[in-house]
């Protein structure tokens, strides 16, 4: 399914709110709020000591988020498991697009 341009997801460079990704996702705002303040999600282009609403997410963060849902949900895993997870899939998207770059 193609996003339309207006939407923030499918902008690479666009930077989501606290508020946006929570709703681009569907996942109440204390459940990221939860995951930031743990270091599980990484809320770039602020200091540490921000607060929530000045935090921006990158569109990539997304995918990560979404990922960490879904395993938290579906496995009942601890969300510091869910995080290990989202990591071992980007090593394994990074590892393809490496492999699909050599000469055949």
């Known amino acids: 399914m193609r996003r339309a341009a207006s ?3 499918a902008d690479d460079a666009a930077a989501l709110t606290l508020t946006e990704l929570a709703r681009a996702l569907a996942l109440a705002p204390d459940w990221v709020v939860e995951r930031v303040q743990a270091g599980l999600i ?10 929530p609403a000045e935090w921006r997410f990158e569109a990539v ?10 395993t938290e949900h579906c ?18 998207d990074a590892l393809r697009r490496r492999v699909a770059r050599l000469p055949r």
């Open 7 to 9: 939407d923030p997801i």
């Open 42 to 51: 990484e809320a770039g282009g602020v200091s540490a000591h921000a607060s």
């Open 61 to 70: 963060v997304v995918r990560r988020v979404r990922s960490m849902w879904h």
């Open 75 to 92: 496995y009942d895993a601890a969300p510091e498991l869910a995080a290990l997870v989202a990591d071992l899939e980007d090593e394994i």
